[in-house]
């Protein structure tokens, strides 16, 4: 853990420090506080939000009844009626939506928690997080300090690990890894089992899946019989969750796995890839997998394909149109790109989402959600 920075702090009259863990990045706190089991709601909640971490002295129990308390105090609407409402655009609406999610992430994390060098946390009532950590960080060293919120994070991925994720379109369940984005919108996957292959690959059969994540895509190519697959990713975390899955589901001899930025070398009759959807910038590792910014990955992957195609082969891009409902890109600079990249479109097939936001009049953003459309775009070289 030598690379990750110490947190200091003053506890009963002596400078105290640790090393200090962050997932998402974020630099250890300015100023840390120690609290305890009398440490009000409304106290934690006007020092978190004055940016001062509290270092929890307590009952395990009492802390996250507390977080609750903060996250509930967070999410009160104001009453100011008086207060005229401004109309926003939806590019508007999501910018302050993400600046909202922000703020709260940022207040809720500064609740945090010791840890011992095994993983477990020396406090009263605390459950039992060590395999939970050893399957997110490996073995432990020394002593560090995290966050609760952290914590619950790596606990629910721990869960979704143990009990998978369903993938109605292939009948089996995909076990993701802590750091690697769960397939949860599996619409997408349906779109990829039933478009129609390219014919080449009845006799040329290599097919890239780019961005592979958990490797549920290389997993629907496998299954709809090819023979050899390379899937990429940048991330050693989803290779390895990758290599779990298609092991366990008995297709891993069809399927080689390649860390790079994108394409591997040689050409393919099929390289699918569904890159994250809406171009804006990440706030954490596990972001990546949904927002692009400027598009990177988009633009890589068009820009990149005539080259890696063999002759006749097909991309099929897949892509959510949120972006576009959300004014953050629109359908003429998304053709502009394809066009530019030396490639026509074959054929589109659309689905509709229909995971619960989609029904949640609540959400800032449900009009953009509402009319949401998962596109599979079958693209070639002009």
Not at 226 to 231: D, L, M, S, T, W
Request: with cysteine.
């Amino acid at each position: 853990m030598n690379d990750y920075p110490v947190i200091s702090w003053q506890e009963a009259g002596e400078e105290k420090s640790a090393r200090w863990r962050s997932e998402n990045g974020s630099p250890p706190p300015r100023r840390v506080l120690i609290a305890d089991d009398r440490t009000t709601a409304d106290t934690a909640y006007r020092q978190a939000c004055e940016g001062n971490a509290l270092l929890w002295r307590g009952d395990f129990q009492n802390a996250r009844q507390l977080l609750q308390a903060i996250a509930r105090r967070i999410d009160k609407k104001p009453r100011d009626r008086k207060k005229k409402k401004v109309a926003h655009t939806p590019a508007e609406v999501f910018h302050l939506h993400r600046q909202a999610q922000s703020q709260r992430t940022r207040t809720l994390g500064m609740l945090l928690l010791p840890f011992d060098a095994d993983h477990s946390v020396p406090l009263r009532r605390a459950p039992d997080v060590r395999s939970a950590c050893i399957d997110a960080y490996g073995a432990g060293t020394e002593p560090y300090i995290a966050s609760l919120r952290g914590l619950q994070g790596l606990i629910g991925a721990y869960e979704w690990r143990k009990k998978g994720v369903e993938i109605p379109a292939l009948g089996i369940r995909i076990y993701p890894h802590y750091g690697v984005f769960s397939p949860i919108r599996s619409e997408y996957v349906r779109l990829v089992v039933k478009a129609p292959l390219p014919r080449l690959t009845m006799t040329q059969s290599v097919v890239f899946d780019i961005g592979t994540g958990t490797g549920v895509l290389a997993a629907v190519l496998a299954g709809r019989g090819i023979k050899r697959i390379i899937a990429t990713d940048q991330d050693l975390r989803a290779l390895n969750c990758a290599r779990e899955n298609l092991t366990q589901l008995g297709f891993i001899e069809q399927v080689d796995l390649v860390q790079t930025d994108l394409f591997p070398e040689g050409q393919a009759v099929l390289i699918v890839c569904n890159p994250p959807w809406i171009p804006a910038r990440p706030s954490s590792p596990l972001e990546h997998a949904i927002f692009d910014p400027e598009s990177r990955m988009l633009k890589g992957f068009l820009n990149g394909l005539t080259a890696h195609l063999a002759p006749g082969g097909e991309g099929w891009l897949i892509l959510s149109d949120l972006a576009e409902h959300l004014e953050l890109r629109t359908r003429a600079e998304l053709l502009a790109t394809i066009d530019a990249a030396g490639l026509k479109v074959l054929s589109k097939s659309d689905v509709k989402p229909h995971h619960p936001r989609v029904s949640d009049t609540s959400d800032p953003l449900h009009a953009a959600r509402a009319a949401e459309l998962t596109s599979l775009w079958q693209l070639t070289a002009k």
